[in-house]
Structure formats: structure tokens, C-alpha cells
């Protein structure tokens, strides 16, 4: 196993290069299962999650091939099922069940257990599958899903659920008759879909807010499309920037993601310029903290909770950090406590109590935000960090290591 050796104190200088977004590149390439023939995708990262929905892809039948720009055909379909030693390690191959109902009538895919930030069920996929037509059971551990065809539906999502919305708007662009999501989510990978299903001849409208209309069509067909910049790569490398007091300019990224923390570093101090295809991003001596409450997007992401507490550790003040997306988001707070955070937490928040200065130690990471926070503390503090279990942070950030180094980090892959 890798681990990261990372000397921290440097301030980080230069330029970084955002990859395609991993939250959005997995429905994009799930939705290669509606259409027979050759569709294109540009900017695919290279991460350990998108090979694992390659795998899953392929051991369906599926033709694959290309890197960055990755070429599927999914003509030979033998088979509908997503096996448990895939999903268990990928929730988000969850994501092929509303494609597979609607394209062959069927499916059965693994049922995803908890995982480390909280119990996660998927019953807010399979009522929506169940509204539109789909006899639906869980057996031996499996959802096993039937339709000969979806029919449209008026779904109301009682939670705002991202790759729930990105399953059922799969699923309803081949149902007959119109669907109606209510509540849905509104993040950019689910627009970032629907901009793709439109390629292909689908009819979705209103993606981007809480309602979204998908007129079914008979079928689908092959089409070219590009995954939007990572937005939680792009907030991890501003908090980067700020953590370490560098100045950092972030190219091809989309600043219109991330007003959320854009407002929430300008306001801890940091100073943030747009420039040309991307932003600067220049940390200040001394960085404010501030509270932040995590929220379905347009709010601040769950998915940078983590990273932006290592910054508020080092902060002058208190910060509350509220947690509302998931129940068990926490894991990162103990490991940032043994490189000296003073953390405090009460339910669903933490009391964040700012110190001087972090301390390296050897830490260990738990899941793939919790680890990136880790490698920010790391960089932050004063001497040498270890952190092992890497393997969660090659899920989500391509490169990081060298990203980071090109940066002027003091960071490197090593054996454990
Ligand atoms: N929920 C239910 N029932 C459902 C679905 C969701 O109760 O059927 C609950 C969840 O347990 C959670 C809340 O609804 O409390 C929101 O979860 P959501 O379904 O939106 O999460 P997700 O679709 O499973 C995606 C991202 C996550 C990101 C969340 C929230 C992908 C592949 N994953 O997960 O990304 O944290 O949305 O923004 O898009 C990550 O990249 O590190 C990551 C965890």
C-alpha cells in the first residue's frame, strides 16, 4: 500500500490544471448503457473510480476504449447485473440500475451497504424506479428491478438525492409519457447529464433547478460529450493556496461552481481574482474563521467540509462547522486532532478552535475527502506528515501528489 510523506511549510506557487469532474464523468459514462453505438466522452480523469465503472461497464459487455478521451460502445449487452465485489467498492455504481430497466428491461445490482461518512440507502432510487412502472425486490443482497416498459411519472424526491436524480432521469428518458422530478437536485453534474441525454436525443428540461421535465422517447442514439471541470479538485487546491499562504492560479476550472466557498474564503481573508479560463487564488497572513453549514448545491459541498476545516484549524476565532448532508462525516476530525486541532464535536457540528500551528504526525485516512483534508493539514504544518490508505485519494484526485509538487509542496508517494 501507499502512503504520502509530505514536509509541510512551503507556500505553494504556480499553476494547476483542473481534471474532469469525477461526480460527473460517472453518470455521463453510465449513460452510455441507453443507446446502442459508439458514444465519445472528453475529459474523463484518470482515477481508480473511473476505471472501477469501466470494469463494471465491461464485465456488462460493454466496448471500451481511450483514455482522457474514452470511446464506449454498449451494442453487446450480456448481461444486467452490477456484481457486489464492484459496488462495494463504488457506491456510485448504483448508477447503471436506471439506465439497464430502461434500455433492457431489467437489472440486478448489488445493494450498497454503509460506507465510512454515513448509512447512505439508495430507497429514494428504487421509489422512484417503483413510480415509474418497475417491479422491484431485494434478494440475497441484491435489487433486482423489472419493466418491459417505464412509464412516466410525477416523482417528489423527499430528499435532495445527486445520483438518485441522475439514475431516474436515465431511466425517464426512455419511459413513455413524461416525467416530472420534484425536489431534484440541482447540482452541475446533473446538468452536466442532462446536457449529455439531450446529445443523444433525450428531451430533459428544467436541469439546474428543483424540477425537471424528461419527455420519454422511444429510443436513443450516440452522441459527444465533455465532462465538466471538477469543482471539489478545483476547491481543494483553492484551500491549498490559502492553508499554505501561496498564491496559486487554477486553470481550466468553472469559479461559477463555487460561489459557496469562493464567499466563504473571501470572508476567512483569502483573496480571490478571476483571470483568464480560471482564478488566483493568494492566501493572506492571517486567515478569519468562519462557520459553515454544508447544504445541497447551491450550498457550501459536503464534499469540501473536510478540506475546509483543516483551514478554519489554523484560523484566528472559532468556526462551527455543520454537517447536514451526511450523518458520519466526522472521520477526519480525530486525525486532524493528532497534528494539534482542537475540535470539539457536538451532533452534526464541530467547534473549530484555531491554533497557531499544526504539527506533522502520522495519520491516517478514512475515506477520499477526509484523506484530501489530511494532505492540507500536512502541508499546513510543521514537519513531517505520514498519511496511509491513500488509496482513497486515487478515487478522486488525479495526480495529486505531482500536482501538488509542481507547486512547490514538499510531497511524495512512497511504500508503506
Ligand atoms: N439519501 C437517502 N436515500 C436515498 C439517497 C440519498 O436517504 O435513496 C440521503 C443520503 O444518505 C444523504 C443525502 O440523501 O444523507 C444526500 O445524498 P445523495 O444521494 O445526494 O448522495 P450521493 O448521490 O450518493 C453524491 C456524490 C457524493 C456527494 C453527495 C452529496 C457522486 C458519485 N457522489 O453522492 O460524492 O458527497 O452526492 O453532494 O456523485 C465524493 O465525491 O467524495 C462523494 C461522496
Same mark, same amino acid.
Given at each position: 500500500m501507499d502512503k504520502f510523506v509530505i514536509k509541510g511549510g512551503r507556500k505553494l506557487k504556480g499553476e494547476v490544471q483542473i481534471s474532469g469532474s469525477k461526480n460527473a464523468a460517472l453518470p455521463l459514462l453510465a449513460s452510455s448503457?441507453?443507446?446502442?453505438g459508439w458514444n465519445t466522452y472528453h475529459n474523463?480523469?484518470?482515477?481508480v473510480d473511473i476505471k472501477t465503472i469501466k470494469k463494471l461497464l465491461g464485465n456488462l459487455g460493454a466496448t471500451i476504449e481511450g483514455g482522457e478521451t474514452l470511446r464506449i460502445n454498449t *451494442?453487446?449487452?450480456?448481461r444486467c447485473e452490477a456484481p457486489y465485489n464492484l459496488v462495494k467498492t463504488m457506491?456510485?455504481?448504483?448508477?447503471v440500475l436506471g439506465p439497464l430497466v430502461a434500455r433492457m428491461g431489467q437489472a440486478r445490482v448489488s445493494l450498497p451497504g454503509g460506507c465510512a461518512i454515513g448509512a447512505r440507502p439508495v430507497n429514494l432510487h428504487l421509489k422512484a424506479l417503483q413510480d415509474l412502472g418497475a417491479a422491484i425486490e431485494l434478494r440475497d443482497g441484491y435489487i433486482e428491478a423489472k419493466a418491459s416498459r417505464l412509464k412516466g411519472a410525477t416523482i417528489y424526491f423527499d430528499i435532495s438525492t445527486v445520483t438518485g436524480t441522475e439514475n431516474i432521469m436515465m431511466a425517464a428518458a426512455l419511459a413513455r409519457g413524461t416525467t416530472v422530478l420534484e425536489n431534484a437536485a440541482k447540482e452541475p453534474e446533473v446538468m452536466n447529464l442532462a446536457e449529455t441525454l439531450n446529445r443523444m436525443g433525450a428531451k430533459v428540461s428544467?436541469? *439546474?433547478?428543483?424540477a425537471i421535465v424528461i419527455e420519454g422517447v422511444d429510443s436513443l442514439h450516440p452522441a459527444e460529450a465533455a465532462v465538466i471541470p471538477d469543482r471539489i479538485e478545483t476547491g481543494t487546491y483553492m484551500i491549498a493556496a490559502a492553508i499554505t499562504g501561496g498564491d496559486v492560479t487554477i486553470k481550466?476550472?468553472?469559479?461559477?461552481?463555487?460561489d459557496a466557498l469562493i464567499t466563504k474564503l473571501k470572508e476567512a481573508g483569502v483573496s480571490i481574482e478571476p483571470v483568464q479560463g480560471g482564478l488566483r487564488v493568494i492566501g493572506s497572513k492571517e486567515i478569519r474563521c468562519v462557520d459553515i453549514k454544508t447544504l445541497?448545491?447551491?450550498?457550501?459541498?459536503t464534499d469540501l467540509q473536510a478540506q475546509v476545516m483543516a483551514l478554519m484549524a489554523i484560523g484566528k476565532g472559532v468556526s462551527v462547522i455543520t454537517e447536514t448532508?451526511?450523518?458520519?462525516?466526522?472521520?477526519?476530525v480525530g486525525e486532524l486532532m493528532r497534528m494539534g486541532a482542537v475540535v470539539k464535536i457536538e451532533g452534526n457540528r464541530a467547534i473549530v478552535r484555531g491554533v497557531r500551528k499544526l504539527k506533522g504526525a502520522p495519520v491516517m485516512a478514512t475515506d477520499l475527502r477526509a484523506s484530501a483534508s489530511l494532505v492540507l493539514a500536512g502541508l499546513a504544518a510543521e514537519g513531517r506528515t505520514d498519511l496511509t490508505r491513500v488509496y482513497h485519494i486515487d478515487r478522486g484526485y488525479q495526480s495529486i501528489e505531482k500536482k501538488l509538487s509542481a507547486l512547490g509542496a514538499d510531497m511524495a508517494r512512497m511504500k508503506d
Open positions: 448503457l441507453l443507446c446502442d474523463i480523469p484518470d482515477l *451494442g453487446n449487452i450480456k457506491r456510485a455504481s448504483v448508477l428544467g436541469a *439546474g433547478t428543483d481550466r476550472c468553472q469559479p461559477g461552481h463555487l445541497p448545491y447551491p450550498g457550501f459541498p448532508i451526511f450523518e458520519n462525516r466526522f472521520m477526519h
